[in-house]
């Protein structure tokens, strides 16, 4: 098994500036957020840039929180050869996950050398990987349990200019879905999940990841495809190690060869050589 850290390095749309202090400073396009984020053990290496940012989000709780400074409700930025709107959100999200950038690349060169294969992906939300994988040519079945975050997904795609791209999207609760299409006999070529470490389905489902996570991937191993490229799975805040992962793919290489990689999803700062982690990462590869 092979152990990578994987960096998403300063874009011209998208930078992390600084970090420091629990918190990360980031410019989406033309606006400097500054938001919580836990990994950011260390103290803030340029005090003056984060003066200049245009909005601040502020924790109030479990309910989340609200961000303060002049800064728009929502507006697009080029990333990753595809357009994603920015939507400052409630719970400190903005609708993109930088760090998933090399992902997109890696599942991209894949699936280029196989036209219309058939891609899974499953808590999808805003559709940065979905529309990735459709810019390469795949058919894509993007399910997520949330209406909200699978509309911005399509805003996403329409953004992106992807809107006609053979996109299934489907709201609904993981499990059931992936049970469902099991029964239905429907098979897939590449399967991406990113499982929060707990959720809600539309219909209230409740999805715990140290209840319902093994089930899951056991589930997705019998909607492969007879010849499958890839499994993606990535995490953000289980609090797990990607070995924990990549402990269940094993056994596909066992089955259909290939390799198996795993490790820590990180960012780098655009003024210095820090890495941000960012979440943890496991894949198998035919």
């Known amino acids: 098994m092979e152990r990578l850290t994987l960096i998403t390095k300063p874009q011209s749309t998208y930078e992390l500036i600084d970090s420091g202090g629990e918190e990360k400073l980031e410019r989406f396009g033309d606006v400097v957020l500054s938001r919580p984020d836990p990994q950011a053990l260390w103290p803030k290496s340029l005090s003056q840039e984060w003066v200049k940012t245009n909005g601040v989000y502020v924790n109030e709780g479990k309910e989340g929180g609200k961000w303060t400074g002049n800064i728009p409700k929502e507006w697009p930025i080029d990333f990753g050869r595809l357009k994603m709107v920015i939507k400052p959100t409630s719970f400190k999200h903005t609708g993109l996950f930088p760090e998933q950038l090399p992902n997109w690349e890696w599942m991209s060169s894949i699936l ?36 909200s975050a699978v509309a911005w997904a399509r805003e ?6 992807l809107e006609d791209k053979p996109i299934r999207w489907i709201v609904e609760d993981v499990l059931t879905f992936v049970t469902r299409e099991i029964k239905r006999g ?16 539309p219909k209230s489902e409740i999805w715990k990841i140290e209840e319902n996570f093994v089930e899951l991937v056991g589930l997705c191993k019998q909607l492969l495809s007879e010849k499958p490229l890839f499994v993606l799975i990535n995490g953000y805040a289980e609090g797990y190690s990607p070995l924990a992962f990549a402990q ?19 960012i780098a700062e655009s003024q210095s050589d820090r890495l941000l982690p960012a979440g943890i990462f496991a894949r198998w590869q035919a």
């Open 112 to 147: 280029t050398a196989k036209p219309r294969a058939k891609v899974l992906n499953l808590f999808a939300y805003t559709g940065g990987a979905t529309l990735a994988a459709a810019k390469a040519g795949a058919e894509v079945t993007h399910v997520d349990g949330s209406k």
């Open 186 to 201: 429907n098979k897939y070529d590449a399967i991406i999940m990113d499982p929060p470490a707990f959720g809600h389905g």
């Open 248 to 266: 269940n793919l094993t056994d596909l290489s066992k089955k259909y060869g290939g390799k198996v990689q795993c490790g820590e999803l990180t």
């Open 156 to 161: 996403n795609a329409a953004a992106s200019e």
